[in-house]
């Protein structure tokens, strides 16, 4: 199985800060990589797709990177409503999903 | 608008049975992967299951292989997941979850907003 291992597990953070989560797979997935945000009490949301590329209806504060076993989700300017849990998923080999990283207000 | 909802989660003893069902609506079914996913309590997400939009394909989590089994009719917009010899570390909210179709691989764009499986004696 791939394991997904994303760091932080937790991040404490301001409102018009740059944050940056990793996902690390434990072996290559090429770029068989998406990202979600859920809020408490509502289903994922997914935000990138193929690593890099921009769910529709998603900001452009989101932005993806990386391709192999290192990925990042960079979030360029916190708003409010940013603050959530993010899960990394890979699909090179089936599904898996990181641990997630929870994203609080500082 | 695509719509999942989910229903049977309920109470069940340990090596008890159960069957999830989901009813897919806003989208034409039989041309998507379905998946399950699953999140204990205050827990991350598990994805559990997909089934390819022919039901040709299937895949399970290790977590549940050879006890669940999922299925679809694409006569009825309907996804189902037959779950056998439940165990406590399967209580968790169980999402039906609709493949995006355009991601490397598989990627979800719809959730339903879940249906809830209690193991419990």
């Known amino acids: 199985d791939i394991q997904m291992t994303q760091s932080p597990s937790s991040l404490s953070a301001s409102v018009g800060d740059r944050v940056t989560i990793t996902c690390r797979a434990s072996q290559s997935i090429s770029s068989y990589l998406n990202w979600y945000q859920q809020k408490p009490g509502k289903a994922p949301k997914l935000l990138i797709y193929?690593?890099?590329s921009l769910q529709s209806g998603v900001p452009s504060r989101f932005s993806g990177s990386g391709s192999g076993t290192d990925f990042t989700l960079t979030i360029s300017s916190l708003q409010p409503e940013d603050f959530a849990t993010y899960y990394c998923q890979q699909s090179y080999r089936t599904i898996t999903f990181g641990q997630g990283t929870r994203l609080e207000i500082k | 608008e695509v719509q999942l909802v989910e229903s049977g989660g309920v109470v069940v003893q340990p090596g008890g049975s159960l069957r999830l069902s989901c009813a897919a609506s806003?989208?034409?079914?039989?041309?998507?992967?379905m998946h399950w996913v699953r999140q204990a309590p205050g827990k991350g997400l598990e994805w559990v299951s997909l089934i390819s939009w022919d039901g040709g394909s299937t895949y399970y989590a290790d977590s549940v292989k050879g006890r669940f089994t999922i299925s679809r009719d694409n006569s009825k917009n309907s996804l189902y997941l037959q779950m056998n010899s439940l165990r406590t570390e399967d209580t968790a909210l169980y999402y039906c979850?609709?493949?995006?179709?355009?991601?490397?691989?598989?990627?979800?764009?719809?959730w339903g907003q879940g249906t809830l499986v209690t193991v419990s004696s």
């Open positions: 193929a690593a890099s």
């Open positions: 806003g989208f034409t079914f039989d041309d998507y992967t």
């Open positions: 979850a609709k493949d995006d179709g355009y991601s490397y691989g598989w990627g979800i764009d719809y």
